[in-house]
């Protein structure tokens, strides 16, 4: 089980994995994003535009438009790359709660 600061390592570390500014992947994409880690009973949330993830934070805030639930050692694999969020998402061991659009954007960024 990962700690809560490697799970804040793991979410900066997804965060500079996104399509950066400019990428036509991110066009347009301006939604709120959350990360139930579920080992840990702990929300990130932080505000994905333009293909980057600030303002993360663990404070209540408004319900997220795309939401991911996962363990604290996923989160550290699928930010280093060591898991596919498509494989992850389709074999249950993360839950993906977003409109379609957004998953398939979502997973074509990652």
Same mark, same amino acid.
């Given at each position: 089980?990962?700690?809560?600061?490697?799970?804040?390592?793991?979410?900066?570390?997804?965060? =500079?994995?996104?399509?950066?500014? $400019? %990428?036509?992947?991110? %066009? @347009?994409?301006?939604?709120?994003? =959350?990360?139930?880690?579920?080992?840990?009973?702990? +929300?990130?949330? @932080?505000?994905?535009? %333009?293909?980057?993830?600030?303002? +993360?934070?663990?404070?209540?805030?408004?319900?997220?438009? +795309?939401?991911?639930?996962? =363990?604290?050692?996923?989160?550290?694999?699928?930010?280093? $790359? @060591?898991?596919?969020? $498509?494989?992850?998402?389709?074999?249950?061991?993360?839950?993906?709660?977003?409109?379609?659009? %957004?998953?398939?954007?979502?997973?074509?960024? +990652?």
């Amino acid at each position: 089980m990962a700690t809560p600061d490697e799970c804040k390592a793991a979410i900066a570390q997804l965060a =500079s994995r996104l399509a950066g500014p $400019g %990428d036509r992947r991110a %066009d @347009g994409l301006d939604r709120l994003v =959350s990360a139930e880690v579920t080992d840990l009973g702990v +929300i990130f949330r @932080g505000h994905l535009h %333009d293909g980057v993830l600030d303002d +993360i934070t663990t404070d209540d805030g408004p319900p997220a438009q +795309i939401r991911l639930v996962l =363990s604290s050692d996923d989160l550290v694999l699928l930010a280093v $790359g @060591g898991l596919s969020l $498509g494989s992850a998402w389709l074999s249950g061991r993360v839950k993906l709660q977003a409109s379609l659009t %957004d998953m398939l954007r979502l997973r074509a960024m +990652i």
